[in-house]
């Protein structure tokens, strides 16, 4: 079981450029968001998705966008790429999305992403 | 709006001494609370969570953290520290209202514990 999974672990951008941050999960969670970790701001919620085909905004959300066409994959996308969007993101899921407060998350191991 | 604290950014302990990782939160309602660990180049790891019931919570690896409701603490605590616990600790607290019905974490900035031999 490998539960989630994230790829690629490492990538480097020229400001500008587009690219796609992969995440999977083999749970069959409802549930899945995206964070970025930053030095002395913990996690910020970027995106979320309560099942397949709904997604919503977290507090982060501006310069990605994410689809979930299958419960499977959550896909983060960087459409132009800025030095500020320099970060590691974190991929999770949970089993249900609603009345869960007592789920905990499963994270993946990042993408550590620079952009120059 | 809800919110969680750790007020220290690191920790320093020996091995074989016990230890505390603070946080406190701000909730409107009733707090659902998590405790993670984070190891060099790995995701979060869930340590444990208090959602009603007992103020003491156990958790993995000998951990438990105590719920205070009148201080609005959650502090995290193991009676004896190994090398091994030295990692970044972050609190959280689920809000029903940050994000809708379906209760996304909010997250500390973390606090990184070094414990030495």
């Known amino acids: 079981n490998a539960g989630v999974t994230q790829t690629p672990k490492f990538q480097v951008l020229k400001t500008g450029q587009s690219m796609t941050l992969q995440c999977a999960q083999d749970m069959n969670h409802e549930y899945m968001s995206w964070y970025r970790q930053d030095p002395g701001m913990g996690l910020r919620l970027i995106h979320y998705s309560v099942g397949a085909g709904i997604t919503d905004q977290g507090e982060v959300p501006n310069g990605y966008n994410v689809s979930r066409s299958t419960t499977e994959d959550f896909p983060l996308r960087l459409l132009s790429a800025a030095p500020s969007q320099t970060s590691v993101y974190f991929c999770?899921?949970?089993?249900?999305?609603?009345?869960?407060?007592?789920?905990?998350?499963?994270f993946g191991d990042g993408t550590r992403l620079s952009i120059l | 709006a809800q919110s969680v604290a750790q007020p220290e950014d690191q920790v320093k302990v020996a091995e074989g001494n016990p230890l505390t990782v603070k946080c406190t939160y701000s909730?409107?309602?009733?707090?659902?609370l998590f405790w993670y660990v984070q190891y060099p180049n790995r995701g979060l790891q869930f340590l444990l969570k208090y959602i009603t019931g007992d103020n003491l919570v156990k958790g993995s690896y000998g951990f438990e953290a105590e719920f205070n409701k009148s201080q609005t603490s959650f502090h995290l605590k193991k009676p004896s520290a190994l090398v091994s616990d030295s990692a970044l600790y972050f609190c959280?607290?689920?809000?029903?209202?940050?994000?809708?019905?379906?209760?996304?974490?909010?997250f500390g900035k973390g606090t990184k514990l070094s414990v030495k031999p």
């Open positions: 909730v409107s309602g009733n707090p659902y």
């Open positions: 959280a607290v689920r809000d029903p209202d940050y994000g809708g019905s379906q209760g996304n974490l909010i």
């Open positions: 999770a899921s949970r089993p249900e999305a609603f009345l869960a407060v007592n789920q905990p998350q499963h």
